[in-house]
Every structure is written in C-alpha cells, then in structure tokens.
C-alpha cells in the first residue's frame, strides 16, 4: 500500500464513485470539516458529485502540494486510502505536510495515533530540485516534516481520515550520534537493530522472538565500468544491456573515519536513522514499532563522472553466514532459484568475469542461509544482485556510464535531469525502498 495522499488505484468508474460517497457521507458526519479546493495541474483529478480527489504523483520524491498547504480553521484535508488485495491491512502511511500542529481523526472522529518526523536534507534536496524540473515552478520553503499514522483497511475496500489542523504544535527530537553513550539502537516489539557510534554504520540485528542476533555490516562501494578498451578479443563495454565492470574491484563510498549518521529519531510510532556516506548517497533506516523487518530508502546520485569514469553503484551486506557459495534469487518474482557462485549446472562454466558472471536479475529479492540462520532483501523493482563472497548479499542500484554498449540502444547510461528556463542540469538521482 502506497503512502500516497489519496489512494485511487482503479480507474473503475463505480470505485470512483463509492470512494466519493464515502468521502461526501463522513464530510456530513464531521460537520464544518471541509476539502480545501487548490489547483494541482499536475495531478490525476477526480469530481464526483462536488468532492475533488487528488493522487499526488510525486509522493516518490515527498512532494504533495495538497498536504503540504496550510489548513485553515475548521478546515480538514480528506484522505482516502485503498486496499486493491484480497484481506484487511494494518500499516503506517507517511504524508509530507508543512506543520506539525495538525491531528488524524479517523471516519467515526477517533483521534488517531501520529507522529512527525523531520524529511532529511539529502530528500529535502531532490524533493525541491525534482519538483521544480516536473512542476516548472519552485516549492514552498520553511519546515516539512514525515506524518506517520497507522491505517486498517478492509480488503477490497477504502477507509477515510481527516487531517486537521490543531492550536498547537506536536514536539519532536532529533539526536546526533554523540548525545548518545554507547552504540545507537533501533527498537520494535519484534526485532533491534544496532548501529556503531563511532563509524554509524549498521552493525547487528535482532530477532526478539527467536532470540537471534546477526552481525550485519552494511557499505557502499562503485565498480568502474569498463569502456571495451581492455585489449581483449571480447571487446564489450559496460552498458545499457551489459553490466561489465573492469575490474573485480568494488571501490568503498566514505572514509574509514567518516561519521555516517546525521541524525536519529526515536518515537512511538517509527524510529529512523538518517544516514550520508558520501555528497551523493544517502539513506533512511526505518523501523516500525510492531515491525518484523526494517524499510531502507536509498537515494543515489547524482554520479559524478568528471573524473571521465563510469561508475555502478552498490549496496553491500556482509554477514558471519557459511553459506558456501550459494545464494538464491526469485525467478520473475515467483518461486526462489539456487545460485551457486562460479557454476551452472548445464554445462562446465568458464568463467571470465568473476563479479557480472555471478549477476541475476531481481524482481522480488534475493537471500542467503546457512544451518541456523537466513538473511533476506526484499527490493522495490527490477535489480541486479548477487553474492560474490561467502555471508554477502549486494545489490546494484545505481549506474551513470559514458560508453555504449553496442547493442542496440545507441547512447551510454548517462541520463540527466533540467530545470526548464535555467542552465541547472544535473546527473539523475534514484530512490530505492528496501525491506531487509
């Protein structure tokens, strides 16, 4: 379920308007609540029977024009949230808004849990820049903030919630890794997550139930992408097509010493760790207070390429797990495949290339075990992965290339991204969304 503002995900006409009556019945209900009325040009709009639906299409980059304007008194931003699967959803949803002096009141009035959680500069960042190329106009300044709330919705079904706006402002604390003693920790009632205070890197996780703790340790590194000018006979160039790095070498994002948190959250609905490990990776731990898995939000880019290197960015995982060379990947997002490193088991492998030779594609993830224990990522779309040494997972997320592959595109990977009626052009930036 998508944390977008209004949830419209058939374009059955009978589904727009049970989502509207629903919408106008409860308006009645919450007497002087009504739907701010504001141009969004840029949005899939729907009226039925006097009530304006929006789904903002840029919640990917936290941008939402109608949550994001100020409510006035007595007025209540509607949100309508659905269920397209088959059995009743309980999750948290998060919502860019402008002010932390707003309340959820859920169909029956019942206030409804929230807390707000500051956007991270690196988002703040791609946000306004992103939304800006899109929109063709600048974005509101001043504060933005995360609101997270938790939704039940039937299956095949919607449910409603009322943002309004309050007197008061809702406190919130944002702590650095030296406010705290020892190693920074992420809690929910299921699992823990434990982060070093000295490098802030991800070092342990969890399991409460099962009493299981995995050391974990996560990094980021780039293969340099080859140009086919290696002075092999097989000349091939990293691209569109191929991923062929020019070397088994990973090189590491950030230095030994550098401090990778900026800063931490910790409430009662969601905990986050918002991570830099360099001007152009960054990332979100989030951790969910009933949550049997974390949620990671990846931003990567953009690649700097002055240096006239192509660069295939990663995400390293590296566990104590003996698993032998062995590691499993979903086979279009259905049933999971054994992969065994350096082999196929239809013919003797030759093999050439020790880190794309070991490549697959994912659509739903990738895992590796031993006797004990199993280490699973779950991913968002369509990427590559693999594990090219014993208790590591990694997977690729990002790839900025000035070489064309030959086959068949005509152009390398190097996509840029423009402010119209300025000279602002910048390499592109990706936001991945992982479940680890």
């Not at 306004?128 to 079904?157: C, H, I, K, M, W």
């Not at 959250?265 to 152009?280: L, R």
């Not at 020790?354 to 075990?369: Q, R």
């Not at 779309?381 to 594990?387: F, I």
Request: charged share 25%; glycine share 8%.
């Amino acid at each position: 379920m998508k944390s977008a503002l209004v949830y419209l995900m058939s374009g059955n006409q009978n589904c727009e308007d049970k989502i509207s009556t629903v919408v106008k019945t409860n308006a009645k209900r919450h007497k002087g609540y009504l739907l701010e009325e504001m141009d969004s040009p840029n949005t899939s709009q729907y009226i039925r029977k006097g009530i304006e639906l929006e789904q903002c299409s840029l919640m990917n980059i936290s941008y939402c024009p109608k949550s994001e304007s100020k409510l006035g008194v007595g007025m209540s931003l509607v949100v309508v949230i659905y269920n397209s699967l088959g059995w009743i959803r309980k999750e948290f949803v998060k919502i860019p808004v402008s002010s932390s002096a707003l309340e959820v009141l859920d169909s029956d009035g019942g206030k409804v849990e929230v807390q707000f959680v500051p956007i991270d500069p690196a988002s703040r960042r791609v946000r306004d820049y992103y939304a800006a190329s899109f929109r063709e106009t600048s974005v509101q300044a001043g504060s933005l903030f995360n609101l997270y709330f938790e939704v039940s919705v039937p299956a095949l079904g919607y449910s409603v919630y009322f943002i309004k706006a309050t007197k008061s402002e809702t406190s919130w604390t944002s702590k650095r890794p030296q406010d705290f003693n020892g190693d920074i920790i992420l809690d929910s009632t299921e699992m823990r997550m434990v982060f070093s205070n000295s490098t802030g890197l991800l070092k342990q996780i969890r399991y409460h139930e099962h009493e299981v703790s995995l050391p974990v340790e996560q990094s980021f590194c780039w293969y340099n992408g080859s140009d086919g000018n290696t002075g092999e006979k097989r000349i091939q160039a990293s691209g569109a097509y191929v991923f062929r790095p020019n070397s088994s070498s990973c090189f590491p994002l950030g230095g030994s010493s550098d401090q990778a948190i900026q800063s931490v959250i910790q409430g009662d609905i969601v905990s986050e760790v918002h991570q830099q490990f360099s001007p152009w990776v960054s990332q979100v731990v989030r951790l969910y207070k009933n949550a049997e898995d974390a949620e990671i939000d990846f931003l990567v880019g953009p690649i700097p390429v002055d240096d006239n290197l192509g660069k295939e960015i990663v995400a390293q995982f590296m566990t104590n797990l003996s698993s032998n060379g062995e590691f499993f990947t979903d086979s279009n997002g259905r049933d999971f495949l054994k992969r065994i490193r350096n082999y196929r088991k239809d013919w003797d492998l030759d093999i050439h290339e020790e880190v794309a030779g070991n490549y697959y594609p994912l659509n739903l993830g990738i895992y590796l075990k031993d006797n004990k224990t199993e280490f699973s990522l779950l991913v968002d779309r369509p990427l590559g992965g693999s594990s090219i040494f014993d208790g590591e997972l990694e997977l690729m997320l990002h790839r900025r290339l000035l070489h064309d592959d030959g086959r068949g595109v005509g152009e390398a990977i190097n996509e840029t991204v423009c402010i119209n009626g300025t000279n602002s052009c910048e390499g592109l930036t990706v936001s991945l969304h992982l479940h680890g």
